[in-house]
């Protein structure tokens, strides 16, 4: 043992080898993971690097920042709808069109019958009115893109918020004034480009198809919508003062339970 | 480690010893004449050696400690009392929010990581490491083998006979003047 | 007792640095070879963890209610053998104990390497392994925390702290060995080295901060031992779990750690004693006082062993006496009953002094130790679980392949990085051992001259 | 490949602040990008419809006897709950038969269009089809047939009308032997009601009555007869048959006549009661009877049937027929027993379901009109007899022999397999319908969604097959009654109602809105039972012998295999054996011990028709000489859920004689083999063993003698044979976690402390609320390789322990789930405050949080927190029955029972907007939160606010039999458990005084706010009972607020896209 000849080397390093490849070869495969059960009771395997979006295809401009990341942005939508001619022109109120805010979870993105109460009469000869028209007309639904994509283990209301007494503003910014640079969109085509339609950018850069033209981005996020953002006012906002008086400490306090939005 | 009789240009004397009394007392000798501002080359640390170039002095490294320690408390306790206030609701297993019992453990432990740390950092400071700026004169490889040194990088000029008597008498087996060969490691 | 000095040592100064250096960055064959065989099996244990991140845990052989398997008995059984090496090196080194220095380096490196190794754990074992920063204080825009009175958090606190005041004292001990091998190279080693060695060069004023410093990481150091398998211990101790529960697991765990570590270092040492020729620096004068520590402290285990049992017979507790009852008569006796062998019974011819002096009985029975602290965590971790207070849920629990092998991989972890030390560091303490040598004096010189 | 650009890779690292939110992401699986989902609005918006929110259908589910009025829980556009409809009869309770009906509509496998063969045709041809084979049938001269389950109501009248005398309907283990004794005694072949809620002692020979059996009310009425806090009384329930099932277990008392001699035994016992009573007319009808000679041949004692008869007498009995293997002898002689008894009618009429009960011999006689070329077009409906019939039968061939067979199956079924033409009907979520459960009683079928698939009404297709094949109605149009010239299947409906039911025209669209928002309209009629009865031939009984007497019974969920395919069903354990996705033998103990066999071992079980191979289960609960097998499992031409699980029990059987599945004799011998039954480790049997479960006080059972003790031995209460109100606290249960020293203070619930009480006494370990909770929390399905080894995710289990009582072998179901601890051990150990305590008591956990360190499961002393092991996912379209409010859960993550708490804030959220920001919600609304509790039938479960001193919880937590599991523990669960209480004839009742028993009763009574309708009018009798129902009323009254406070404003739901997939 003392001096090892070189006889006892071979040996040794031979057994390491063959033990090394013996281990490895004895290694569980995947499919012995993969195979069972896979159509009954299927299974979802993690992925260790980010999905990839899909790069040279249409769908590629499908695939966005996960929301509330990039503020200043925001999808393409299917017809430049400005809020600015509607709520700071016209002066319609919020709950006009997304009626279901003090109901529901939901805000409520208007049914297109709602839009054809006055497009019937207003504005008929716009291209992008007469595109609701059209929608309208063939019974389909206008395939708005989500602008705040919350992840699905946030259970958000808009009714506890709305009926709170907090003002669609606080959250979604000054929306009356957003979609200005719209107006008149279509009209002269291809004069107005879209603002800040980052990854229009990115994908579009690298587009083999030069035709793509970014769309209208009627609507862009105005605040993070992070977890730490909602939690600035959760438990300062105002309106818990007004609406629970004496009570308004404890409610402070229960705001900031974890499960006050996910469950 | 006081440098008293140095001068603004000064000489460097090398003496190398190979036996550890014969070193304590050329330092002894060397004290005794009033010759200070000599650093001295051990492969090992010997506490006789230490006593006499620092007469006992003990490390500032401890204040370090102390005061890394007393930094490490702190903040273990301030992390996790001011994170548990920040959610005053969530007070798991009934439990306070701020629950001293177990909480002193994370203060023990960063007591023992900031004291740990501030000492590796006092020591780093006062020995002055890394070292490799250090005169070529104390770099040999000698005495980090079996030999001893004393060096002195500036000497007086006019007590450089001085020394070089001092070093000779105490029994060194080697006495440099202005040398600053780089030494290579016996059969190395 | 065969007296406090060690009978066999190098001469001079000169020699210990030779004989220590002469080792590093010769690979023989048999160290290819194990080598080889600690890479294979740590890139194995790397594969199974793959798979179970991308299927999931389910992989494992877990079901409810035993939730915690063999990535945590292994993560305690590292955690354990982690603490001989700072003991031996700090504690020892604060009692002025002489024959540490013959094997405290290694031991510490044996000691980094195994807290490397425990370290992996608590992030293998993870559900979602991806998530394990949130471990960490980090100010974030969430708000969020972590909770600091769970004993899981206090173990982040705790092994990371030890890592990292072991990894620290570990290479202030190496700095003055490294500044030797600096000196006995040439060309671009001698560069590394040198800067590893941080221009060390022995002046008094290095040593002189250098031994304060080393003297204050010893006194930090020591009671970090001891906390540190507290800490781990009351991750099983602070669970309300019968066998779980109870205020004697630190020591307990302490002793146990102390046990385990004592028996990996003869593991470890024995054989490289041997292979290196270093009969001057570690030999049975060492694997003597190190089976003496391991005859105590599997005193203590026994004796720690027999109070859980009288107490839960004792309480009448029927949680209590159920699972201590069960253990040893149950599913899982037989790892009990081999806990019991291994780690009380097998240590006892050391009380015979010739056979805690003879290499092959000290090797044999050090390797009974290392199963039988493993099993020691089995019976912990698994046997408390599978028969937790709910008769209806009693269930047993047998690890999957996925679970061995990353297990396997964990054995691999450490040997590539202690057998990769042994090759680069000195593996002996010079300067220390050159405390131990007899300094050469001109007087002593002078009377041998005088016969 | 993708490069990854710079900000991809910050967002990799996690390091950038506007990262985090997504950092949080395991959840959703969408790490670093999200694909732009579409907002599609209506084009034209319903007026009732609000996205996102609730809107409630009153609706029924089940046809048949069990019919079941529910409200349907609809959320953009799909159902995802079933509740109980208010208005109909019984407390408001679901069971598991409708939740299990809910998934049937997702099932993955249901046939999604009409095929012929294995082609896929258009609705158009299909129908075609039917009405050319339909003409052609009438031009040749043959017959229709229509072979279905129970059916009454509309579609009962639209078949009669089509197939006229050859609409058979027909269930394997259904109610023949029942109907056919009930026509041989009473000259109708109509079932008879039991009103166990008036009966103080209940004696089966074998009904499973908490099984499903009998009408959907049944367990609710066991409730409220074994409930101390409604009735006077409880009620002690005995149980004559070889072998006790789930029903049988929950028996106080088990007599074990040996196989065939049950017949014998009732007519004994019904003889004695007759002597007893002086009924002279069934003295006659029962001959002579030798009652020494019956018991002997049942291995019982003859003082056993006299005191089973005295009990009867004395305790206000009532007597049930055999289970599945019960004779129409057995049958004749249980109705005999009660006319007997003399009972009142509401204890025991004739209003029972009086759709008409085919038996299985003239369904073979209608299968031989097949055979014989004698039929045209067979349609066969949801009922699937080439499985259900023994092979002997033939029933295959016989089929095949049709002109055209055709199924309006849209499971797939081996029936269906055959069928020519495949026409598949809608389920009872998308269709209209009037069913008629019991005599008077009608509940109204609504569609509560769009059909999931391309399916029709059933009652359409017939119709336009009707018309198409000029059919003229085969019933005589004698009275007004709907016909093929309806418009469609809801006109026909419609017109129903109005002729058949109504009778008449006047005040139709008012009564028609009522009963679409009520689902319920009649009364149930009593019809007291009159004799008329011709002489009847008794048979003596001869115990049957050599070998294993092989039983069957209906599995505890996929009963007669028509669940087979709801993984739902396949996953809830066993109650008995916690069994689970397949077959076992159920033997005795003594037998397995006898043979050298142990559980999971594998046998073949020979009889003279067949031959299988399965694993055993040696269980208490059975004579040596019985095995027990269930029905529903072994499909070959069922869904993916279905096929290949378990054994078929028919084919071990032969002819099913007289309307009843004769129990066949038996070889079983070991294979050698081992096999598994999945039973996930579970521990079925706890006896004999140092530490049994009554030492950990899970199950806590009191013993006859602590009633005796406490001066409620029955001897001491004529007219009660158990006493369970005057019972003491059990020393040992007393401690409360009040009254530990404590080193941190308790932790404050200002407003709310959510908690619960679980009556052991009164769960029947029907399971329903495991199954609920499967529905509501969107609990994944892990299959029977994962829950083999104990991988299952339910969040409730029901532990079931057994223990040797006063020589019977007792079984206690406890209920497990979250206990929602005060100071929980699962809270202190995650080290990232994933669970905690919140302000209202509940043991919050946030999945999003979890990184999944498992240590809460370890360090929780129930073990009931639950993994994710993986990554489950949802076939579809089961992915469509997931609830929105609740997160989906991915792999790594550990969940756990949060008592609903998305309920719990929604009903917060409905509070607040009825009642204003700072209003506290009362306990009546609090009640039926959980669906755990909202599913269970007996009761068990009790929810609510125990900060409310009146409230129910905190009233029943104060019980005399209230216990804690655990408590020593000072965990301070916020569930109470109610020790369950077995009342034998206690050998040592005698040596008790009666002395002392008044004060205490008296007492009791005083101080007994718990036993809140005792408090106000001491003992009563039925009237007392309606006053105490009046009661229930009130609270009825204030769920109906709670209703609509859960139809009309809902919030605090998730986000539409909540659940994985929902769109």
Known sequence: MRSMTKQHHDVANLAGVVLAFATLAGCPMPADYDATEAIDFPRKTHSLLPPAPPAFSEEAKGWHLGSGMVTGTGPEQPIAFPHYTHVTQNGMECEYCHQAARKSIHAGVPQVSTCMNCHTYVGKDKPEVAKVAEYFAKGESIPWKKVHDLPDFVHFSHKRHVRAGVD????????????????????DKGDKAAHGDEHGDEHGASHDDTSHEPGPVTVIRETTMQMGWCLDCHATHPSIDTNYGNKADLRRAELKDCWTCHK | MSTATTAPAGIRIKGIYAHLDCLLAGIEQLKSEGIRGFEVLSPLPRHEIIDAVYEGRPSPVRWWTMIGGMTGINVGFLLTSLTAIQWPMINPGGKPVVALPPYAVIMFECTILFGALFTALGAIVHTGLPGWWLDSALKDPRCNDDKFGIVFLRANVQDEARITEVLRASGAVEVTTGDDTIYEVPNA | MQGTENPNRPATFGEANRDIIRVLLKPSMGWAALFAISTAAMIYGGWCWYLQLVYGLGVGGYNPPVMWGIYIVTFV??????????????????????????VYRASEAMTVFAVMTALLFPVLHLGRAWQVYWFFPYPNQRYLWMNFKSPLMWDVFAISTYFTVSAVFFFVGLVPDIAVVRDHSTGLVKKIYGVLALGWHGTMRQWHHYMAAYGFFAALAAPLVLSVHSVVSWDFAMAITAGWHSTIFPPYFVAGAIFSGCAMVITLMLPLSYAYNW????????????????????GILTYAYGTEYFVGWYSQNPYEWGIFYWRATGEYAWAFWLMVFCNCVAPLPWYIRSMRTNPAVLFIISIFVNIGMWFERFNIVVSSLAHQFDPAVWTSYWPSEIEWGVMIGSFGWFGFWFLLFLQVLPAVAIAEIKELIQPPTKAALGAVEAK | MTTLNRRDFLRALGITGSTSALSACGLDDNWYKTPVESILPYVVKPDQVTPGTYTFFATTLTDGPTGRSVTARHRDGRVTFVSHNRFAPGRPAIGAAPLLELQRHYAPDRITGPRKGEAAISWDDGLAALAGAMKQSVEAGKKIVF?????????KLLTEQIAGDYAVRWEPLGYEAEALASEQVFGTRQLPFYGLDKAGYILSFGAPFLGGWGDADMEERYGTARDPNVGHRVARVAWVAPYRDQTGANADDWYAAAPGTEAGVARAIASLVATKTGATDVATLLGRVDVAAAASASGLTVADLESIAANLVSGEGIALPGGVSGSVELAAATYLINMALKAPAERFHLGGYSGLIHSTDELDEVLDLIANGGAGVVVVGDIDPVYALPDAMNVADRLSKADLLVSVSSQPTATQALAGLTLPASGPLEDWGITNPREGLFFLRQPAMTPVHDTRSLGDILLVAARGAGLEPA??????????????????????????????QVGADARWIDALQKGVFGVPRVLPPMLDAAPIAWTEPTALAGGLILHTVAHHLVGDGRYADQPWAQETSDPLSGNLWGSWLEVSQAWAEAKGLVRDDLVSVKTPTGTVELPIEPRPGLRDDVAVLAFGQGHEGGGRYANGYGVRASGLFAEVASGAWTPAVATVTGTGGRGTHANGGIVTTMRSTTFTDEDRAFGVHVSAEKLAAAGDAPAHHPGELTGIHHLELDERLQAKGETYENFYLPPDHSTYRFGMTVDVNACTGCAACVVACYAENNLPVVGRERASVGKQMNWLRI??????????DDVKFVPMMCQQCGHAGCENVCPVLATYHNIDGLNAMVYNRCVGTRYCSNACPFSVRRFNYHTYQWPEPFNLMLNPDVSTRTMGVMEKCTFCVQRIRQTKSAWKDQEGFSAVVPDEVWQNTPACVEACPSRALTFGNRNDEAAKVTQFAKSGRTYEPLQELNVRSAINYLAKANFHDDPTAGHHGGGHHEAGHDEAHAAGAAHGHDAEGGHHEAAGHDEGHGKQGGSAEAHGAHGEAHGSNHDEHGSAEAGAGAH
């Open chain 1, 168 to 187: 669609c503003t606080e959250c979604h910014g000054q929306m009356g004034l957003q979609g200005k640079d719209l107006v008149g969109w279509g009209v």
């Open chain 3, 77 to 102: 059984f590292w955690v354990g053998i982690g603490h001989a090496g700072t003991l031996i090196s700090a504690i020892l080194f604060l009692v002025r104990s002489k024959w540490r220095t013959g």
């Open chain 3, 279 to 298: 009969e001057k620096y570690l030999n049975l004068w060492h694997f003597e006082q190190l089976a003496k520590m391991c005859l105590l402290t599997s």
């Open chain 4, 147 to 155: 072979l279905g389950g129970y059916t009454s109501g509309a579609m």
């Open chain 4, 475 to 504: 019933v005589p149009a004698g009275i007004p009654m709907p016909t093929f010239a309806a418009q469609d299947w809801a006109a026909y409906v419609r017109e129903f109602m109005d002729k058949v039911v109504a009778g008449g």
């Open chain 4, 799 to 808: 532990n079931r322990y057994w223990e040797e009582a006063g020589g019977h």
